[in-house]
């Protein structure tokens, strides 16, 4: 008996929007911040951050807010 392998889902089936993976990867990155503050890191050295972004469409603000945080957290790290 010959078995057909199953052909990969279409792009449409399996796919996440790419703004779902963006926010996901900014959600890790605050995450860690986060964590970096708690046990007092600092760097006072570090470059100031740039200004949040604008963003269009339906996601457009979770991705605005989770700028801010970054934003706020990295401000945060380059106090002495």
């Not at 995450?31 to 963003?55: N, S």
Request: zero cysteines; charged letters at 25%.
């Amino acid at each position: 008996m010959i078995s057909r392998a199953s052909s990969p889902p279409s792009p449409a089936e399996g796919s996440r929007p790419r703004a779902a993976d963006v926010a996901q990867l900014r959600g890790k990155g605050a995450a860690l911040l986060e964590r970096l503050l708690r046990a007092g890191g600092r760097t006072p050295g570090l470059q100031a951050p740039a200004r949040p972004l604008e963003f269009a469409g339906p996601d457009g603000e979770l991705l605005h807010l989770q700028d801010e945080a970054l934003v706020l957290a990295l401000e945060a790290l380059r106090r002495p």
